[in-house]
């Protein structure tokens, strides 16, 4: 008798999917049936991460790309609904944490990166891949944040 995977036929998007959670996430999902978009900026991390999710039986398809820039957001939801009929995850994983300082002493560009990336592109990507959150039978968005948010420390 075979083990039936809860994730088996469903397609999930995973960012920031080079190391840490986001690359732990994958693999779970992947090993949990689901075929799993990597995205992140680092195609070598990628690589890697997909390489492992394949030596253990799954399937994945990388996606390097910089969720801050123009409209990449777009372009990549636009590939993954040629490609796909429905999105079933979404995790919202990539993020930056920027310089831990006081306020006066935050550089503005910085902040606007920060802002781009752990606001922005998170809306964007909601935004984006609606259309195909809704072809799925249950969809599910996850949004990972700090425990900093529970427990907060200076200058965070």
Do not use: C
């Not at 960012?15 to 799993?36: D, Q």
């Not at 949004?143 to 427990?151: E, H, P, R, Y």
């Amino acid at each position: 008798m075979t083990e039936e995977k809860p994730f088996t036929g469903k397609l999930a998007l995973v960012t920031g999917a080079s190391r840490g959670i986001g690359a732990a996430t994958a693999e779970a999902l992947a090993a949990a049936g689901a075929h799993v978009i990597l995205v992140a900026r680092t195609a070598t991390a990628l690589e890697e991460v997909e390489e492992r999710i394949n030596a253990a039986g799954g399937s994945a398809t990388i996606a390097p790309l910089d969720l801050s820039l123009g409209d990449s957001i777009r372009k990549l939801a636009e590939a993954i609904g040629g490609r796909w009929d429905a999105l079933h995850v979404l995790m919202l994983n990539a993020a930056m944490l920027g310089s831990l300082t006081p306020v006066e002493h935050i550089d503005g560009a910085e902040f606007v990166r920060l802002l781009q990336l752990n606001l922005v592109a998170n809306q964007a990507l909601i935004a984006a891949f609606d259309p195909l959150l809704r072809k799925a039978d249950k969809a599910e968005v996850v949004a990972l944040t700090s425990s900093v948010g529970a427990t907060p420390r200076a200058y965070w």
